[in-house]
Nanobody, 121 residues
């Protein structure tokens, strides 16, 4: 019903920057919230940042001041600008969206396929 396509991952040295993008498409009536999660090897998936349709944002303590989440409601797209990257930021980053679709009442959660971010020391 809804597809999330991520892009922008890669390999960067510590202190560098990357920008992730995630575009939602499909049977979308309304995107209520979008978020970025990450999962490092051997660890549980953790929330990185969220943004609501009203542009309210929230960040994990570990990324505050370094990462910025933003969105384009007209394009159903969310971005994650990551600055001053650290080796500890190495993970697969997943896009997540809470969507009201044109087919089902209520909010459904959808996931992207993930994009690898590797930060070398």
């Amino acid at each position: 019903q809804v597809q999330l396509v991520e892009s922008g991952g890669g390999l960067v040295q510590a202190g560098g920057s990357l920008r992730l993008s995630c575009a939602a498409s499909g049977s979308i009536f309304r995107v209520n919230v979008m978020a970025w999660y990450r999962q490092a090897p051997g660890k549980q998936r953790e929330l990185v940042a969220t943004i609501t349709s009203g542009s309210n944002t929230n960040y994990a303590d570990s990324v505050k001041g370094r990462f910025t989440i933003s969105g384009d409601n007209t394009e159903n797209t969310v971005y994650l600008q990551m600055n001053n990257l650290k080796p500890g930021d190495t993970a697969v980053y997943y896009c997540n969206a809470g969507v009201t679709t044109t087919r089902v009442l209520g909010i459904q959660m959808f996931w992207g396929q993930g994009t690898q971010v590797t930060v070398s020391s």
